[in-house]
């Protein structure tokens, strides 16, 4: 697939300059970016649940720990980040067994109505579950490092609880089933989910569905190996199975949740789109950038790591078009590094640059949603630390979904410091809940501990900007790795369990220029900018 040039790549030798600029300051020193725009017209428009967001199964792990997500602090967090979906899955998923413990009638009450404004978990139960989930954590990554996982049964309050929060969170839910229940022949054993289907439309519940994490890795998890023919097979007769309920005939199935293109990988894709391509609404696969458990925090500023993600993307949306041309395509989970994370990278301020690349490029290459692990959960990758306190990355997710539209537009940039790829940016219709139409957002990374100034192109210098900028709250290397990050220079954090703060951008006047913070990520809005693509 043909992809548009949509990110500068800058060598930055001016020195170091703080905050933000609409004019020249010791301009000899800094180097200039010329963009080149097209705002007639969009490349290409995501979905409005593009940024989505996980939690992985392990939190079922043992029940009593789905009660943290009853925390009102986790549910206002989870609130700003609509709309989304909201994935519940991951490698636990094929080991989880639903144990129904109470009698069901069809027609029985909406669970979740009552949750909205009834239920919220007792600050000392929140606490106790808190640190107990702490050391959950440890078991859990053991079990990951031997490879070895056991069965763990659910009930129907896994369930509710799921619902409860997506429904009272404003997110659209996706449920994964267990594929790893398999007959003797190695077809897939449906009866476990058609009991939790029973039980999910006996409480009306609305709500998308998927089979099966990373079957490529069957083998090594649990002896068992699927080949794709099969696996879409499998997928064919789910959606068989959902078109017999009134509920699930026209809800979403996603899959086959593989892992990103890797040898027999590839082959895997192949034959299920082949066997079951018409069964899902959406092909999804899943990419990290790194072994979580040897990786630096050079390779997290590294563009020839982050441009590994155009090769992965191009080669998927190649095999998807083939097969099954016109077929949507998501990333159905990822993040920095695979294996939990990076401790002490994946969740700090350094893990937004992967994370905002990510989401420009994935728009621009043609990835309808990208879902980000965690949200909450086991692991370093997460949105939200074991305090139920945002991590930067969460505030990034906030702001793009405040600030950025779904359609995508062309940008260029030309610099004699192209060659270096230190500087991305990325070019989108603004959020129009927020800006008029017409607006536009210019999507901003600065990779080097220099300052670089962009040249606004005409089209766009005559409007008022208001100004996103994110930066550690320490300056230099040492603040790459802080949990704590800056809007404008104050420090983002959660005004009470139940309040964000305004998250307000600096306004700026019609400028030439703008200036871009070393080690910075930043939204520039173009408010009065008049995109005919935007009207």
Same mark, same amino acid.
């Given at each position: 697939?043909?992809?548009?040039?949509?990110?500068?790549?800058?060598?930055?030798?001016?020195?170091?300059?703080?905050?933000?600029?609409?004019?020249?300051?010791?301009?000899?020193?800094?180097?200039?970016?010329?963009?080149?725009?097209?705002?007639?017209?969009?490349? =290409?428009?995501? +979905?409005?649940?593009?940024? &989505?967001?996980?939690?992985?199964?392990? !939190?079922?792990?043992? %029940?009593?720990?789905? @009660?943290?997500?009853?925390?009102?602090?986790?549910?206002?967090?989870?609130?700003?980040?609509?709309?989304?979906?909201?994935?519940?899955?991951?490698?636990?998923?094929?080991?989880?067994?639903?144990?129904?413990?109470?009698?069901?009638?069809?027609?029985?009450?909406?669970?979740?109505?009552?949750?909205?404004?009834?239920?919220?978990?007792?600050?000392?139960?929140?606490?106790?579950?808190?640190?107990?989930?702490?050391?959950?954590?440890?078991?859990?990554?053991?079990?990951?490092?031997?490879?070895?996982?056991?069965?763990?049964?659910?009930?129907?309050?896994?369930?509710?609880?799921?619902?409860?929060?997506?429904?009272?969170?404003?997110?659209?839910?996706?449920?994964?089933?267990?594929?790893?229940? =398999?007959?003797? +022949?190695?077809?897939?054993? &449906?009866?476990?989910?058609?009991?939790? !289907?029973?039980?999910? %439309?006996?409480?009306? @519940?609305?709500?998308?569905?998927?089979?099966?994490?990373?079957?490529?890795?069957?083998?090594?998890?649990?002896?068992?190996?699927?080949?794709?023919?099969?696996?879409?097979?499998?997928?064919?007769?789910?959606?068989?199975?959902?078109?017999?309920?009134?509920?699930?005939?026209?809800?979403?199935?996603?899959?086959?949740?593989?892992?990103?293109?890797?040898?027999?990988?590839?082959?895997?894709?192949?034959?299920?789109?082949?066997?079951?391509?018409?069964?899902?609404?959406?092909?999804?696969?899943?990419?990290?950038?790194?072994?979580?458990?040897?990786?630096?925090?050079?390779?997290?500023?590294?563009?020839?790591?982050?441009?590994?993600?155009?090769?992965?993307?191009?080669?998927?949306?190649?095999?998807?078009?083939?097969?099954?041309?016109?077929?949507?395509?998501?990333?159905?989970?990822?993040?920095?590094?695979?294996?939990?994370?990076?401790?002490?990278?994946?969740?700090?301020?350094?893990?937004?640059?992967?994370?905002?690349?990510?989401?420009?490029?994935?728009?621009?290459?043609?990835?309808?949603?990208?879902?980000?692990?965690?949200?909450?959960?086991?692991?370093?990758?997460?949105?939200?630390?074991?305090?139920?306190?945002?991590?930067?990355?969460?505030?990034?997710?906030?702001?793009?979904?405040?600030?950025?539209?779904?359609?995508?537009?062309?940008?260029?940039?030309?610099?004699?410091?192209?060659?270096?790829?230190?500087?991305?940016?990325?070019?989108?219709?603004?959020?129009?809940?927020?800006?008029?139409?017409?607006?536009?957002?210019?999507?901003?990374?600065?990779?080097?501990?220099?300052?670089?100034?962009?040249?606004?192109?005409?089209?766009?210098?005559?409007?008022?900007?208001?100004?996103?900028?994110?930066?550690?709250?320490?300056?230099?290397?040492?603040?790459?790795?802080?949990?704590?990050?800056?809007?404008?220079?104050?420090?983002?954090?959660?005004?009470?369990?139940?309040?964000?703060?305004?998250?307000?951008?600096?306004?700026?006047?019609?400028?030439?220029?703008?200036?871009?913070?070393?080690?910075?990520?930043?939204?520039?809005?173009?408010?009065?900018?008049?995109?005919?693509?935007?009207?």
């Amino acid at each position: 697939m043909k992809s548009f040039p949509v990110f500068l790549l800058l060598l930055l030798l001016s020195p170091r300059t703080e905050g933000l600029k609409t004019r020249d300051q010791n301009s000899s020193h800094v180097p200039d970016v010329d963009l080149v725009v097209d705002v007639s017209s969009a490349v =290409r428009r995501v +979905d409005l649940r593009f940024l &989505s967001v996980t939690i992985d199964a392990s !939190l079922a792990s043992e %029940e009593k720990f789905m @009660y943290l997500l009853d925390s009102p602090k986790i549910r206002t967090l989870a609130r700003a980040l609509t709309p989304s979906f909201l994935r519940f899955g991951g490698t636990r998923q094929d080991f989880m067994v639903f144990t129904p413990q109470r009698s069901h009638e069809q027609g029985s009450g909406d669970a979740a109505a009552l949750s909205c404004d009834k239920l919220e978990l007792p600050p000392w139960l929140e606490e106790r579950l808190k640190n107990e989930w702490t050391q959950q954590q440890v078991i859990l990554m053991k079990e990951d490092l031997r490879r070895k996982y056991r069965r763990v049964k659910f009930t129907e309050n896994t369930i509710d609880m799921l619902h409860s929060f997506t429904n009272c969170s404003g997110m659209d839910l996706i449920f994964g089933l267990n594929a790893l229940l =398999r007959t003797a +022949d190695n077809a897939w054993n &449906s009866s476990n989910a058609r009991q939790l !289907l029973q039980y999910c %439309e006996s409480r009306r @519940y609305t709500m998308c569905w998927e089979l099966g994490n990373e079957p490529n890795s069957y083998e090594k998890k649990a002896g068992i190996r699927v080949d794709g023919f099969q696996l879409g097979q499998d997928f064919t007769h789910l959606r068989e199975m959902m078109s017999q309920s009134e509920l699930y005939r026209h809800a979403g199935l996603f899959g086959p949740d593989v892992g990103q293109p890797r040898d027999h990988r590839t082959d895997i894709m192949q034959g299920f789109l082949q066997s079951g391509a018409d069964a899902v609404d959406a092909v999804t696969w899943h990419h990290y950038y790194v072994n979580g458990r040897d990786t630096s925090l050079e390779d997290f500023l590294d563009p020839e790591v982050l441009d590994t993600l155009t090769l992965k993307t191009n080669e998927v949306l190649q095999t998807v078009k083939l097969v099954s041309p016109g077929k949507k395509v998501w990333l159905g989970e990822t993040s920095s590094a695979f294996g939990g994370g990076a401790a002490g990278l994946s969740d700090t301020f350094v893990a937004g640059f992967m994370w905002l690349d990510k989401l420009g490029l994935a728009a621009t290459l043609g990835l309808d949603v990208v879902m980000r692990q965690v949200f909450v959960g086991s692991g370093s990758y997460h949105l939200v630390d074991e305090n139920l306190d945002p991590l930067p990355d969460y505030w990034l997710s906030v702001l793009y979904k405040r600030l950025v539209g779904p359609e995508v537009l062309k940008v260029e940039a030309f610099s004699d410091f192209s060659r270096h790829k230190r500087v991305r940016l990325y070019l989108h219709c603004a959020h129009q809940q927020r800006y008029r139409r017409g607006a536009v957002t210019l999507i901003s990374m600065n990779l080097r501990n220099k300052a670089v100034r962009i040249s606004v192109p005409a089209r766009l210098s005559s409007s008022t900007v208001e100004a996103f900028v994110l930066q550690s709250e320490r300056p230099g290397e040492e603040g790459l790795y802080s949990r704590s990050v800056t809007l404008n220079k104050d420090v983002l954090k959660m005004v009470d369990d139940k309040t964000l703060p305004e998250l307000k951008g600096a306004r700026l006047p019609p400028s030439e220029h703008l200036q871009l913070p070393a080690y910075s990520l930043a939204f520039f809005v173009f408010i009065d900018a008049g995109a005919a693509a935007c009207l």
